[in-house]
């Protein structure tokens, strides 16, 4: 019998999953491939550089490719967001619950543990979703870049490239930069949970005796403890991001590893380099948290399904 309940509660987790993933990337993807272009962008040999800022990218961008193209890798991030965000959410859950002592308390070095444990565990779905993603966000500047040194590009699609990789270099093809995303989502996640909780602890509880926290200290405690979080990891995301970029412009460097990539950006571009795309990036991760909280707090999925 409580096997079947505890089968039976992981369906709303998913489902809240999935509902505040699809939401909170239909709100923010255009600024994330704004944030991938930024990131991706290596500056010339005479200083030059195809995008000046946020802004400059993002109209550029909107002017060459128009609205859908704003869009370009949503399809695969919308699909595979709803196994991420469940997995991520529930496993913070699940060792959260394990690793309380046993008078119910749960200290800041075991939290960080239980947000690194959940990191950990998303990374299996994480890394080929970012991968593919990627390239078809940076489709649009590479092209650029190519056809601007006189090369024809043929368009492609998630499929193709999933397809190729999985014929090319098998499964393992689809985790190019696993190191990388480990390193960031692990990190991510050691920062953001306890700093989550201890937010969300600080806000009204609801008037239903659950405990639980009202909507609206939900929402702001995800976006303040995703925008500390997201700022303090985005040299690794920067280094995640270029790592697994298949196809690259004209005299774009290639990276061997992270520690590659870090030598190499560093030597090359400085340490402003590492913080490109930080704006973006918090702008996008700080909505998406305080979204994807909000609708795992209130129990959507719950309420959908009768639970």
């Known amino acids: 019998m409580s096997s079947q309940k505890k089968q039976f509660t992981l369906i709303p987790k998913i489902v809240n999953g999935g509902i505040a993933g699809i939401i909170g990337v239909s709100c923010v993807f255009p600024l994330d491939l704004v944030k991938t272009r930024l990131q991706n962008q290596q500056v010339g040999p005479n200083g030059e550089k195809m995008y000046n800022s946020m802004l400059d990218c993002f109209k550029k961008t909107y002017r060459a490719e128009g609205y859908f193209g704003m869009y370009r890798g949503s399809a695969v991030n919308i699909l595979l967001i709803t196994p991420e965000k469940a997995i991520k959410l529930a496993a913070n859950d699940f060792f959260r619950h394990h690793l309380s002592t046993n008078s119910g308390q749960l200290p800041i070095e075991r939290e960080m543990i239980a947000g690194g444990c959940a990191g950990f565990c998303q990374i299996i779905i994480t890394t080929p979703m970012e991968l593919l993603k990627i390239q078809l966000q940076d489709a ?89 979080a997201a700022a303090a990891v985005n040299p690794l995301d920067v280094m995640k991001t270029r790592l697994q970029l298949l196809n690259r412009g004209q005299g774009e460097m290639v990276y061997s590893g992270v520690f590659d990539a870090f030598r190499t950006i560093l030597r090359h571009e400085g340490i402003s380099a590492f913080f490109k795309g ?30």
């Open 140 to 228: 649009g500047r590479v092209a650029t870049k190519r056809t601007a040194g006189g090369e024809t590009l043929v368009a492609t699609s998630a499929t193709a490239i999933a397809v190729n990789l999985l014929r090319t270099k098998g499964i393992l093809g689809l985790y190019k930069g696993t190191g990388a995303t480990m390193l960031r989502d692990v990190t991510f996640s050691v920062i953001y949970f306890p700093l989550f909780a201890r937010l969300n602890s600080l806000g009204p509880r609801r008037d239903d005796g659950s405990g639980e926290a009202v909507f609206w200290t939900s929402f702001l405690s995800g976006c303040a403890a995703g925008a500390v």
């Open 278 to 307: 930080a704006q973006c990036r918090v702008i996008v991760i700080a909505p998406l948290f305080g979204i994807a909280q909000t609708v795992y707090y209130l129990g959507v999925a719950e309420w959908l399904l009768g639970f």
